[in-house]
């Protein structure tokens, strides 16, 4: 049976460990040669992202990096790091639902049946903490930092809580006090997962032999000419070639402070002729483009903008009665600032 | 004389609270309607960023807020919120370094002397101890997380080393045992100081009879229809008028997957007529718009983009040369994945 390595952030327990083992599932059919036959991948930490991308280039199996959360962005070192690596690019695009359990050692109940005076230690990453403030108060725990949610299960004491990834409570055997104590629902980060460059080639391929019709395409551009509508020009010639963007920004170049590349994901595939086309385009234009990722068409929300939508304040007009003098009302210059 | 409150995040010694020193430094010119003489700033911590914005919003004063990182990218979470508040924007824009101190308690020295062959502590918020690794392997340290820096800093025991903002040590009567013990110099979080929007209306017309000549605007805009090219489109308005940009990305709008808003820092006052009438030309097509900011232009850098500024690998064609065939060259395919 074919084996493959997928290297994840560690330690064992983290979000990351979390969208290794759903990628794992996912990417089992294609870890072999034969289609017919599942592989093996097994699952190993690494203390950080670089050693993660070296351990990629060196041919050393695959890594999964957290690439962008719905509450804070995207994850821009890792970003950074995906476009300056020499052989690299995403071939899955996986999301982990951000929800925490609270954890005891196994057979203790910090929660009930202490006495004392002292209120119960909760342990967690300091975002962990941060998103989980309304059990603590409800429980007036004292919340002390840990280096990782994953740490604070992994080094939980009795009469101790922890808050961390559902995955803590069968890798770290504690039992599981309340599930989903966040204070929200909803946050959602995505991973993407890497392999060499030339074996993302190979398994795009296969992914449309087993009947994948549809792809995403992350790109990153680099327009060596700067100044007013430089970017303009580059989005119409992806809006002439019908191209729907799902996410665009620019980012200094690493290290190079008032320089700019783009990056910009795409509803289709780069050996689509269209696209591909535009690559051509925009390559003989002297403009420096590298591909990032080319993934599954991921199942996505597509809804309407409608009016109730809308963050407050601001101005938005009724394109049928635009009334006259509307750029001096005041609550127009108070909104725009002019 | 007159007065005026600036609330930051606490506790007292984070880069916030750096920010708002030099932030207090540079405004307090505009704090009285008297330009002869200096007002008051008063500064005031609170413990979450929604409790800053309320206080503005309030009319209780201006808060700082950080912005963007240049190592990490937006702070996402300030900026949905800045999106989604009712009567506030940004008048100044104020940049701190992100450098690191290690401290230690008035008169102790930690790093010497110790006989013992316990580690010693050092503590800071887990950020703070991730871009300090070396001076933590040079020290043999054992580094133990904190709720934030300027908490280690204000909780810093003796025998133990605390790593925080410079102004730690003035704060808090503690020794610097050593000076930016960060791992890498150049990262730079910028923050935003807030007021009412009318407020912010007077203070950048005070800015423009005090000589400042040339500003930068942030907006943001929602087309309510979606499609390929609506972006194509807006970005085509603000070239033809001969708008620069200096940074651009989407976001979904805050709880709605799938629909987007666009975030655009620009240089040029939305009050100058060719700007003007790009928002007039939008707002009449039905697009949502708001200004999140207006401030005096930083001074900034605007290296021209040379190619050994370029990431590894990707594709570079050199146009005055452009080969036969290179769209079938095999590193051309490998970097572009078609």
Not at 7 to 12: H, K, N, Q, S, T
Not at 132 to 150: G, Q
């Amino acid at each position: 049976m074919a084996c493959k390595e997928l290297f994840y952030l560690g330690p064992e327990g983290t979000f990351t460990h979390q969208a290794a083992m759903e990628a794992a599932d996912q990417l089992r059919p294609y870890v072999g040669g034969d289609e017919d036959d599942d592989g093996e991948i097994t699952l190993t930490a690494l203390s950080d992202v670089p050693a993660i991308i070296d351990a990629v280039q060196q041919g050393r199996g695959w890594g999964v990096i957290a690439w962008e959360n719905n509450v804070e962005g995207y994850v821009v070192p890792n970003l950074d790091a995906l476009i300056d690596s020499t052989d690299l690019a995403g071939f899955a695009r996986v999301g982990v639902d951000v929800a925490f359990d609270a954890f005891a050692v196994a057979g203790d109940d910090p929660l009930n049946g202490h006495g004392g005076d002292e209120p119960v230690i909760v342990s967690a990453h300091s975002h962990g903490l941060a998103q989980c403030k309304r059990f603590i108060a409800e429980h007036h725990l004292r919340a002390v930092p840990a280096s990782s949610n994953a740490a604070a299960c992994r080094d939980l004491k009795p009469g101790r809580v922890a808050f961390g990834p559902r995955i803590c409570g069968d890798l770290y055997g504690l039992d599981t006090l309340a599930e989903r104590v966040q204070d929200f629902e909803g946050a959602r980060t995505e991973f993407l997962v890497l392999a060499r460059r030339d074996d993302v080639r190979d398994l795009s391929s296969r992914f449309r032999e087993h009947g994948t019709g549809e792809f995403e395409t992350i790109i990153t551009f680099i327009p060596l000419v700067t100044g007013p509508g430089v970017v303009a020009n580059v989005l119409d010639i992806l809006r002439d070639a019908g191209l729907n963007m799902t996410s665009f920004m620019s980012r200094p170049i690493k290290g190079h402070d008032g320089t700019y590349s783009f990056i910009d994901t795409l509803d289709a595939a780069p050996w689509e002729p269209r696209f591909r086309e535009v690559l051509e385009t925009l390559a003989t234009h002297g403009i420096w483009l590298k591909t990032l990722a080319v993934y599954p068409r991921r199942e996505r929300p597509n809804p309407p903008v409608d009016a109730w939508m809308l963050p407050q304040g601001g101005v938005h007009l009724d394109a049928m009665r635009i009334e006259r003098d509307w750029q001096t009302a005041a609550t127009v210059e108070r909104e725009l600032l002019w």
